[in-house]
């Protein structure tokens, strides 16, 4: 699926082992390659590690890396992703943000593992630990893979659905720094900033809001996201003068998403669109 009918395909939102995704770098761009894409986006969650290892690899297979991260945001109460593009990646001021909010991220991981043990499900942080790569991010797919393996559920999504997901009895929330700070930071550090997956959590007057924050963009396709979800981002992006992005949130792994890599794309002018807005 695309917002247009280009044949030079972008995939702007993909996630590496150094956040939740499953594969490594390389082997995110070998599955990219093979599935005929010219842009890929690493969008690892509060995490740019993989970034430049990522560039190297694209080079040598003839895959452009746009650099990516997806940051965890609070606007209204709700949690909004948002995805940035093109930043300075090693900026010092976006590291150290990164780097303490994955500290959070792993308080919170405690705070959940904690939890289970209270409802009679003996996990260890260890065994969440060894789901996660280096200074990867810690989440919730890590504790969800680790109660797997240990036999405390039958499966990856009912880990979610019956002790970790929102609302339910392992439930800790993630301390997330505003829509608007998202925005700004992704900003300082000379990046885009679009809205990630709207059609999951944001609409109507919250979406008007966060534009109004200073937006660059919004995710168009998504797998979450219908036809009709498409088209009423697109038209108010049009409306807005906004970027459009889109991709497959590949993670790989536990979650069966193996299929989708080469489906949901853009094409790549709107990569370029992106770089005359930053670079011209």
Do not use: C
């Not at 709700?78 to 590291?95: N, P, S, T, W």
């Not at 994955?102 to 065994?127: F, M, S, T, W, Y």
């Amino acid at each position: 699926m695309s917002s247009n009918g280009e044949n030079i395909r972008a995939d702007l939102h993909t996630h590496t082992n150094y956040s939740d995704g499953n594969l490594t770098p390389e082997q995110l761009i070998g599955k990219a390659k093979a599935a005929g894409l010219a842009y890929l986006a690493i969008t690892d969650h509060d995490n740019v590690d993989a970034v430049e290892e990522a560039i190297e690899i694209g080079k040598s297979v003839g895959i452009e890396i746009v650099p990516g991260v997806e940051i965890s945001s609070e606007h209204n109460g709700r949690e909004v992703h948002i995805l940035g593009y093109f930043f300075d990646y090693k900026d010092e001021a976006l590291l150290s943000y990164l780097k303490n909010f994955r500290a959070e991220r792993l308080k919170r991981a405690q705070g959940i593992v904690d939890k289970l043990n209270q409802i009679n499900i003996p996990l260890h942080i260890d065994a969440v630990l060894a789901q996660v790569k280096g200074n990867g991010s810690i989440g919730r797919p890590h504790i969800a893979i680790a109660m797997l393996d240990a036999g405390y559920t039958d499966t990856y999504i009912e880990a979610f659905n019956k002790y970790i997901g929102d609302g339910k009895p392992a439930y800790v929330k993630k301390p997330n720094l505003s829509t608007q700070e998202a925005i700004k930071l992704i900003a300082k550090s000379k990046g885009l900033s679009f809205v990630a997956h709207p059609g999951k959590n944001v609409r109507d007057e919250e979406l008007i809001q966060i534009i109004e924050f200073g937006i660059d963009g919004i995710e168009i396709i998504h797998p979450s996201h219908s036809q009709t979800d498409s088209a009423y981002f697109q038209k108010t992006a049009g409306q807005y003068f906004l970027l459009e992005s889109g991709g497959s949130d590949f993670h790989g792994g536990r979650i069966n998403d193996e299929s989708i890599i080469g489906k949901f794309w853009v094409g790549e002018q709107k990569v370029l669109a992106m770089k005359n807005r930053l670079f011209n």
